[in-house]
């Protein structure tokens, strides 16, 4: 059976876990593809809030193998910490999976994340701080250890030997940090982690391909999003991997061939959280109204997100780099009382309209947003379950994101709830 990939199309936050959790319904196994705990979800079932940030949103269907795949970085103690809230829930993870190939956060991964964001001052990017972008350096430095390392004490003390050996230096002489104890460190690990993830670390992409060759359902969940990748984003501003659907293939460890569905996440609105361009970004009460009425703030770090209006040149572009087949619309009813409601339909730069996303970083510092207004709907669309039911500017609205995309929405949420979204269009 082939794969469907669910992808954000914005800076993040656009509600993947929600539609990640619905589509996993129907699926038999949910793939996280790559990030870290930087990455949170919250997903509301049943009038219970799950926070997640490295269990696959499918881990709330009994029937799903939930799998981390090779391509995510994995700080064990937060693994473990999340498996223990999961259970004291109700929730089995028994059937969590591990990549042996994914890599492993570790202290020094978060002293280096904080120093060197400190170290940058006005420049700083806005991390989590919690080590992801130095895992991913040494991931391609080759020095970094591997989930796999946890069940080896002799390679995961000398793999931990000679990285501390160099990074031990560099945080005493340039940073003013006490080095960490190697040994320790080891103990640690060895002994906390290894143990608890020994029955969950598996041949994730082995475990992929059978499900697939035998006929089962696979979900492919990313975490951050299109314009936090690192090739394809507004960088530096991104994160340390590739969000994108490509980046499915890498990280679980799969064929292009096997994918015949994108899904992209789209929020009615845009958010961002931390540093960078936000050509749509909104500073008034407008942008207030959104943060408030949105609750948008991030669910790992509670900082505050910047909201703006719905931005379709970034969205068009997503498309393109992501190969969508459809749209998941989350949070339409955060619009309910706004009126009218403005979509950026391109940019201005220094006189000159822009239909398609700038190649040039400064460029889209400095681009002005052109909108177009439609008229809100005033009206609550929380209770809203069909099309049907929903008032005309709101299905124009819908429409219109259609138009500006190119591609089909075929889910739209309406509120927080797991059951609060309608199908708008049938699948493709």
């Given at each position: 059976m082939p794969a469907t990939v669910v992808v954000g199309t914005q800076w993040g936050d656009e509600g993947k876990g929600k539609f990640t959790d619905l589509l996993a319904r129907d699926m038999d196994m949910v793939v996280r593809y790559q990030g870290g705990?930087?990455?949170?979800?919250?997903?509301v079932v049943e009038g219970r809030t799950f926070k997640l940030q490295l269990v696959p949103s499918g881990v709330l269907s009994p029937h799903v193998t939930p799998i981390i795949g090779n391509g995510v970085v994995v700080d064990p103690l937060v693994l473990i910490a999340e498996m223990d809230q999961l259970a004291a829930g109700g929730i089995d993870c028994g059937r969590l999976r591990v990549s042996g190939n994914a890599h492993l956060i570790l202290p020094y991964h978060q002293a280096l994340d904080v120093v060197t964001e400190r170290h940058?001052?006005?420049?700083?990017?806005?991390?989590?701080?919690?080590?992801?972008?130095?895992?991913?350096?040494?991931?391609?430095?080759?020095?970094?250890?591997?989930?796999?390392d946890l069940l080896?004490?002799?390679?995961?003390?000398?793999?931990?030997?000679?990285?501390?050996?160099?990074?031990?230096?560099?945080?005493?002489?340039?940073?003013?940090?006490?080095?960490?104890?190697?040994?320790?460190?080891?103990?640690?690990y060895l002994e906390e982690c290894g143990p608890r993830l020994a029955p969950h670390i598996a041949d994730t992409v082995g475990l992929i391909h059978d499900a697939l060759d035998t006929g089962g359902n696979v979900l492919l969940e990313g975490a951050q999003a299109t314009f936090l990748d690192l090739d394809h984003g507004t960088y530096p501003f991104v994160t340390s991997s590739n969000p994108v659907a490509g980046g499915a293939c890498v990280g679980a460890g799969i064929g292009p061939r096997h994918i015949d569905r994108v899904i992209?996440?789209?929020?009615?609105?845009?958010?961002?959280?931390?540093?960078?361009?936000f050509p749509c970004e909104l500073?008034?009460?407008?942008?207030?109204?959104?943060?408030?009425?949105?609750?948008?703030?991030?669910?790992?770090t509670k900082r505050r997100r910047r909201c703006g209006w719905?931005?379709?040149?970034?969205?068009?572009?997503?498309?393109?780099?992501?190969?969508?087949?459809?749209?998941?619309?989350?949070?339409?009813?955060?619009?309910?009382?706004?009126?009218?409601?403005?979509?950026?339909?391109?940019?201005?730069?220094d006189g000159e309209r822009h239909h398609s996303l700038p190649y040039h970083q400064s460029d889209i510092h400095r681009a002005v947003p052109v909108y177009e207004d439609l008229p809100g709907w005033r009206t609550d669309l929380t209770g809203v379950s069909d099309r049907s039911e929903l008032p005309r500017q709101a299905d124009d609205y819908l429409r219109f994101i259609e138009e500006q995309a190119g591609v089909p929405a075929s889910l739209v949420g309406v509120g927080p709830g797991r059951d609060q979204f309608l199908t708008y269009r049938p699948a493709p």
């Open positions: 705990h930087n990455a949170g979800h919250t997903l940058l001052g006005r420049n700083k990017l806005g991390t989590t701080k919690r080590g992801i972008g130095p895992a991913y350096a040494d991931k391609a430095a080759r020095v970094g250890l591997r989930v796999q080896d004490p002799k390679i995961f003390r000398e793999k931990l030997g000679v990285v501390l050996h160099e990074k031990n230096p560099l945080l005493a002489k340039v940073y003013n940090r006490l080095p960490f104890d190697p040994e320790a460190m080891a103990q640690q992209g996440v789209t929020k009615a609105y845009v958010t961002r959280v931390g540093s960078g361009p500073t008034d009460e407008i942008g207030d109204h959104l943060v408030d009425v949105g609750h948008e703030y991030g669910t790992n719905l931005d379709t040149v970034m969205l068009r572009h997503a498309v393109r780099v992501n190969s969508l087949s459809d749209l998941a619309i989350t949070k339409l009813d955060v619009l309910d009382d706004l009126d009218p409601i403005r979509v950026c339909v391109a940019y201005d730069i």
